[in-house]
């Protein structure tokens, strides 16, 4: 099914509210499982230096965290340029698309866009 500009709006704003909703419970998941993936690479890390290099634990954390600390930063380097064009071509598209249908709707259905988005954005205040 072909999803207009208008439900892909909706969808949006729904998914807004859910996550404002719930923002500590998936806070905490996606906190629980990146802790939980850092751990078994840097465990695995350091079974592999201890016995490539045969050092002992103090050393092993040292060559670990550095090795670490480079890996992430030379990801988040290359990953940021990448990322900045990417996000901001879509957003430009997206912008562009959503002013285009929204030009192109007539006053009365501005006019309920309008006081879905009040009346939703007040209940959800009121509720929570």
Known sequence: MFLTIHHKLIIAYLSVIFI????????????????????????????L???????????TELIVFYVLVFSIGY?????????????RKNWII???????????LPNS???AWWFFLI????SWVFLT
Not at 49 to 59: D, G, I, P, S, Y
Not at 75 to 87: N, Q, R, S, W
């Open 109 to 111: 259905h501005k006019i």
């Open 20 to 47: 404002l909703s719930m923002y500590d419970v998936i806070f905490h998941f996606l906190a629980v499982s990146l802790h939980l993936l850092f751990e078994s690479a840097e465990y695995c890390l350091d079974f």
């Open 75 to 87: 990801g988040v380097y290359l990953l940021i340029p990448h990322c900045y064009h990417a996000i």
């Open 119 to 122: 009346t939703s954005s007040g």
């Open 49 to 59: 230096v201890e016995h490539l290099l045969e050092t002992n634990a103090r050393q």
């Open 94 to 104: 997206q912008r562009n698309q959503t002013l285009e249908q929204w030009n192109a």
